[in-house]
């Protein structure tokens, strides 16, 4: 049987279907990208749309599917695919990060999936920076769910939108374990398109627990579960050098005043003393390797990078205090907001 030089990997999920072509080359494995509204009632029609879009420019690639409805695995047949579940994905790629040697990975999902769950209106209106009751805000989620391949119209959608991340992502106990540094992989929806990933940032600082830190990682092409898919069916791709994430950098929530030690093993020490309520930026390239010290009662060390953050020290106390419809919380979120716009300036 002939080996395949091209992959057609079809990632079927709950807005979008996501056709990836990829080739040998590991330095520039994405040949050819498409994406499509799922049609959910019929699965075939917009599997089949890019199937045909993708083939007019290459020669029989192997073709695989995942997804997490159980109805896609009867495509199979039809287009001569392979099917790889997400769960086998899921183990795929955690195989994977123990070779890229992510420390204790912690993958968040910003998929459609999120916006279906079923949320209290007033715990997602206290991440707001404006005002706006809890009718108008039914709407617009409920808008969110009947359109779940819409993108968000104006900055208030956006904080909607993030703020249901939020609460989906706030379970997760990792995110509240300060004893355990984490390597946070980002994908899907937001997470993967945002136009300013310090918004992402504060996102995940909103959640961290005093004494926590991260180095963070983005998949901006919402690659990822398609990428595990395609090493389920080729395992030399699994050891190969892909450079999909993009090193976004490292946030510490310190969780209240504190000081910092950053060694970049060129120069002196650098120590940093940030204030209650206090978000400050180190610019830092994602190159650049650093021992971080939170000096405290006792001394706690992290080796972690820039990158197009650079490092993010966040000492505002934990948990967040904010209520829904307090003109004291909206003032503190926009705030926080404008604290780290000021990353734009830096040009890091």
């Known amino acids: 049987m002939d080996t395949p030089n091209e992959f057609l990997i079809l990632d079927i999920g709950t807005a979008w279907t996501k056709a990836f072509l990829v080739g040998q080359d590991t330095k520039k494995p994405i040949k050819n990208y498409l994406k499509i509204p799922t049609t959910t009632e019929d699965l075939r029609f917009s599997t089949n749309i890019l199937v045909e879009k993708i083939k007019s420019k290459t020669k029989n690639p192997k073709v695989i599917i995942t997804s997490t409805f159980d109805e896609a695995s009867n495509l199979t047949k039809e287009l001569n695919a392979t099917f790889v579940s997400k769960e086998q994905v899921t183990k795929e790629l955690n195989e994977w990060f123990v070779i890229k040697n992510f420390e204790n990975p912690l993958l968040l999902d910003g998929g459609a999936s999120n916006f279906l769950r079923n949320l209290k209106m007033t715990d997602i209106g206290s991440y707001l920076s404006f005002t706006i009751n809890e009718t108008d805000l039914e709407n617009i989620i409920g808008n969110k769910t009947l359109r779940l391949q819409s993108m968000p119209e104006d900055k208030n959608n956006l904080e909607v939108d993030e703020s249901i991340l939020r609460l989906s992502f706030g379970s997760n106990p990792d ?111 994602a190159s650049q390797r650093i021992k971080l010290t939170i000096v405290d009662k006792v001394k706690r060390e992290f080796r972690l990078s820039g990158g197009d953050w650079g490092v993010i020290l966040d000492g505002r106390i934990k948990p967040l205090q904010l209520q829904f419809g307090q003109q004291s919380s909206r003032e503190a979120v926009s705030s926080w907001q404008h604290a780290l716009d000021k990353v734009d300036l830096l040009k890091i």
């Open 175 to 285: 995110l509240h374990n300060p004893n355990k540094f984490n390597t946070i992989i980002l994908t899907g929806g937001l997470l993967s398109w945002t136009p300013k990933p310090t918004r992402i940032a504060l996102l995940l600082l909103d959640l961290m627990a005093s004494g926590k830190v991260a180095q963070v990682m983005q998949d901006n092409l919402g690659f990822l579960f398609a990428f595990g898919a395609l090493i389920s069916q080729k395992k030399s791709f699994k050891r190969a050098d892909f450079n999909f994430l993009k090193n976004s950098g490292s946030i510490v929530s310190l969780g209240r005043a504190g000081r910092v030690n950053l060694d970049y093993d060129i120069s002196d020490i650098q120590e940093v003393r940030v204030s209650e309520s206090e978000i400050a930026l180190i610019p830092a390239a």
